[in-house]
């Protein structure tokens, strides 16, 4: 029989996809679901405006939001130092697509989320991301021929069919067309999989069959 499964959009610069990874595997570990794992890399000035236009009160959200993450990677024993500026992770996106095809993807996202929020590694260069597909076993012309092929317009088609399902933020699960966001709803998410006929008493009229 197949097993449920569970899209789950995330990406590499998000603090609060960081603190869900763990609780995400074990999902599969212990609720028997499948995983499919998938870029949406966050268009930072799209929603959040250019550094110029951002007011105190944003910055005082922004704060919040690094501390609070911290707090859960503090809980699971994890380093977290903020960002030292505004990345694009364009190519560790694509390395993570890379990597799943070469059966080298939980190696390659544990290592890149823990030197990126280490500050070991910058996600927005090639060089950096090809060495890490190297240190997992991949190859980095392969993967850099990829990235100079197909990688941005499969990519871009993986966020676009992201948004037409209603995805904004990361992390987002989706289970049976459900959207789930937010490591926070994960809880909700398992209670989903476990009696799936509940999401016509959780969404009322919006259910649709």
């Given amino acids: 029989m197949e097993k449920p499964k569970v899209r789950i959009y995330t990406d590499y610069k998000s603090p609060y996809a960081y603190v869900a990874n763990k609780r995400l595997f074990e999902l599969e570990e212990t609720y028997g679901v499948a995983l499919e794992w998938l870029p949406y890399t966050l268009r930072i000035p799209e929603f959040m405006g250019t550094v110029e236009q951002r007011t105190p009160h944003f910055w005082r959200k922004v704060r919040y939001s690094y501390m609070d993450a911290r707090r859960f990677a503090n809980a699971q024993g994890l380093t977290m130092k903020g960002p030292r500026r505004i990345y694009d992770a364009f190519y560790a996106s694509a390395g993570m697509l890379f990597a799943q095809r070469q059966g080298l993807f939980r190696p390659y996202h544990d290592t890149v989320f823990r030197r990126f929020w280490n500050h070991e590694l910058e996600i927005d260069d090639l060089s950096a991301?090809?060495?890490v597909i190297a240190a997992i076993g991949g190859?980095?012309?392969a993967f850099e021929a990829y990235v100079r092929g197909p990688a941005r317009a499969e990519h871009d088609s993986i966020v676009d069919e992201a948004e037409a399902l209603g995805v904004f933020g990361v992390p987002s699960m989706v289970f049976n067309g459900e959207l789930f966001w937010g490591g926070d709803r994960i809880d909700?998410?398992?209670?989903?999989?476990?009696?799936?006929e509940s999401v016509a008493v959780a969404l009322g009229s919006r259910?649709?069959?």
């Fill in 129 to 131: 991301i090809s060495g």
């Fill in 139 to 141: 190859s980095t012309e």
């Fill in 188 to 196: 909700m998410l398992i209670e989903r999989i476990k009696h799936p």
């Fill in 207 to 209: 259910h649709r069959t």
